[in-house]
């Protein structure tokens, strides 16, 4: 089992809409959960963080936690071409330093 | 201000040379870290260093990989002798260290990448 699992395809919404993006991990002892946006030929740019159940929540984007079901969610309201994108998805246990990361999920918003 | 910095940006070399890879990380900041993203494998960790000191190598595909960080402003990673699949964008990222101290549950920042094509 990979420790971080991004299992959906690419997500196309049209603009407006609201993009729901999935993650998966597989240690319990996570503690520390990252969402990260990278556009084609750029780095990862960090955009949510988010460290204890529930939802958190910044400008359009939402965090949410479910430490129980290990599994962690980013909500994209209103969505823009800007937003067109990679998102990854990264997760840190408690104990070390290392960011494991899913293999991203792909959004193409529509105009 | 400033943030990590790397070069080159591209590198294009024959397989059996020698890759030198370099990263300057954000001032201030005591990890930092160098991944490899290819399209198979997604972005891997390869190594990190906490106060210039390797703290965990695990990632480092074999021993024709190396990397140093001989002080807090400046590390390398090396590739010798350099092989096809080593071809990926590698990436460095720093982080600070937690007031906490030892775990840092602080957010690491990526510099732009050495995009690498070993022909």
């Known amino acids: 089992q990979k420790e971080v699992e991004q299992n959906s395809g690419p997500l196309s919404v049209p603009e407006g809409a609201i993009a729901s993006l999935n993650c998966t991990y597989s240690?319990?002892?996570?503690?520390?959960f990252f969402w990260y946006r990278q556009y084609s030929g750029k780095s990862p740019e960090l955009i949510m963080s988010?460290?204890?159940?529930g939802d958190k929540e910044d400008g359009r984007f939402t965090a949410q936690l479910n430490k129980a079901s290990q599994y962690v969610s980013l909500l994209i309201r209103d969505s823009q071409p800007s937003d067109s994108a990679t998102y990854l998805c990264a997760v840190k246990n408690y104990g070390n330093n290392r960011l494991a990361f899913g293999k991203g999920n792909q959004v193409v918003v529509i105009p | 201000d400033a943030g990590v910095i790397q070069s080159p940006r591209h590198e294009v070399t024959e397989m059996g040379q020698e890759v030198t890879l370099r990263c300057k990380p954000i001032s201030g900041h005591d990890y930092l870290f160098w991944y490899r993203q290819t399209m198979m494998r997604g972005l891997e960790l390869l190594i990190y260093?906490?106060?210039?000191?390797?703290?965990?190598d695990s990632g480092m595909p074999e021993d024709r990989f190396s990397a140093k960080m001989p002080n807090a402003s400046f590390s390398t990673l090396k590739i010798q002798p350099s092989e096809p699949r080593d071809s990926a964008v590698y990436f460095c990222a720093s982080s600070q260290q937690s007031p906490i101290g030892g775990y840092s549950n602080q957010p690491q920042h990526f510099g732009d990448g050495t995009r690498l094509s070993i022909l």
């Open positions: 260093f906490n106060n210039n000191v390797p703290i965990d």
């Open positions: 988010i460290y204890s159940n």
């Open positions: 240690d319990r002892g996570s503690q520390s």
